[in-house]
């Protein structure tokens, strides 16, 4: 791990990962005792796994990485009990916590994984999608003229009526529209803390929650539940270091069927509406997907063979159809280094 737990495997010859197959390593090899997995190395008892945020890392003969996971306890990772957290798909960024699940299927002596099987992932398409949030309004203020946009990927009509709107600290508002609130199949749905078109900076609304639940123009949550309270979905927006941070603009996922609380898979909305505040509200988002004039493609922070003052460098790939000019550019960290 990154702290001083470590392991050198000694097998007494080869221990095989066969092609295409998987290897199940364990402090424990004895399945009337370790909960029935079927463990093909024991790395034995001085090497635990935390349960709440640890490290798996994995060196070659020649301490070169060849893996980690990272996992956080719960922050972005999975954190069961009596379950193993599961890669949705060896393809994927194992060290992306939204790359997991919780996994379901009995082993044993009755937790659930699948020790030395293929993963059983079953990654559940979200009833309702937290689609398009205006958040900082400049037509109007913000008391009067944020909204958030729900999209129904379903086959059938939904209805709201009774379901929770929340963020993680204190604010909570539960619909209630006085009769059924559908998101029809395939459609949007508004809600806003003002259903006055002519004050909220002309948006049509469909619901609105009032004046006791805001949205941060920072850092805040939509988080929504329902009849149940269950949830169904949750969007947990940063101010700006990985989401969109607009100012009189929406954010807009890109595609509905994209993870929304990842920040890469925002954008800001460029289409006028109303009073002259930009999104899509009630309809699909206009996201347009810039592709970098320069790509920063290749750095030597560490060079070997001489000194970090004489070797190191990093390369530009221009992406484009057209020679890019770079002199009178500049180079700069988040620091005080820059040079044009």
Same mark, same amino acid.
């Given at each position: 791990d990154n702290d001083f737990d470590s392991h050198v495997i000694n097998n007494g010859g080869p221990l095989v990962i066969p092609a295409g197959g998987f290897l199940v390593l364990g402090n424990n090899t004895d399945?009337?005792?370790?909960?029935?997995?079927?463990?093909?190395?024991?790395?034995?008892?001085?090497?635990?796994?935390?349960?709440?945020?640890?490290?798996?890392? =994995?060196?070659?003969?020649?301490?070169?990485?060849?893996?980690?996971?990272?996992?956080?306890?719960?922050?972005?990772?999975?954190?069961?009990?009596?379950?193993?957290m599961a890669l949705q798909d060896p393809a994927l960024d194992?060290?992306?916590?939204?790359?997991?699940?919780?996994?379901?299927?009995?082993?044993?002596?009755?937790?659930?994984?699948?020790? /030395?099987?293929?993963?059983?992932?079953?990654?559940?398409t979200p009833e309702v999608v937290i689609n398009e949030i205006m958040q900082n309004p400049s037509a109007v203020d913000d008391s009067a003229g944020e909204w958030f946009e729900l999209y129904n990927p379903t086959g059938s009509d939904i209805d709201l009526d009774g379901w929770t709107i929340k963020d993680n600290d204190s604010d909570s508002h539960v619909i209630n529209n006085g009769g059924p609130l559908l998101i029809p199949t395939g459609g949007y749905l508004v809600l806003s803390n003002n259903a006055d078109s002519g004050t909220n900076g002309g948006?049509?609304?469909?619901?609105?929650? /009032?004046?006791?639940?805001? =949205?941060?123009?920072?850092?805040?949550?939509?988080?929504?539940?329902?009849?149940? =309270?269950?949830?169904?979905?949750r969007v947990e927006y940063d101010g700006g270091p990985v989401f969109p941070d607009p100012t009189g603009a929406?954010?807009?996922?890109?595609?509905?069927?994209?993870?929304?609380?990842?920040?890469?898979?925002?954008?800001?909305?460029?289409?006028?509406?109303?009073?002259?505040?930009?999104?899509?509200?009630?309809?699909?988002?206009?996201?347009?997907?810039?592709?970098?004039? =320069?790509?920063?493609?290749?750095?030597?922070?560490?060079p070997a063979a001489v000194y970090d003052s004489n070797g190191e460098w990093f390369e530009l790939?221009?992406?484009?159809?057209?020679?890019?000019?770079?002199?009178?550019?500049?180079?700069?960290?988040l620091d005080y280094d820059s040079h044009v």
């Open positions: 399945t009337t005792t370790n909960g029935g997995a079927p463990v093909a190395y024991s790395y034995g008892s001085n090497w635990f796994l935390s349960n709440s945020a640890d490290e798996v890392v =994995l060196l070659d003969a020649s301490l070169t990485e060849i893996d980690r996971v990272e996992y956080d306890g719960g922050i972005a990772f999975p954190d069961p009990t009596g379950a193993s194992n060290n992306v916590g939204a790359n997991w699940c919780t996994a379901t299927t009995p082993f044993g002596d009755g937790d659930f994984g699948t020790p /030395g099987g293929t993963n059983d992932c079953v990654i559940p948006v049509n609304v469909d619901y609105s929650y /009032g004046s006791g639940w805001y =949205l941060s123009n920072s850092a805040d949550e939509v988080i929504l539940l329902d009849t149940s =309270l269950n949830e169904i979905d929406s954010m807009a996922l890109q595609d509905p069927a994209l993870d929304n609380n990842v920040g890469t898979n925002w954008c800001t909305a460029t289409t006028p509406y109303g009073d002259g505040d930009l999104g899509t509200p009630g309809a699909d988002n206009d996201c347009v997907i810039q592709t970098p004039d =320069l790509v920063i493609n290749e750095i030597m922070q560490n790939y221009n992406p484009t159809a057209s020679d890019i000019d770079i002199n009178g550019w500049t180079i700069m960290d």
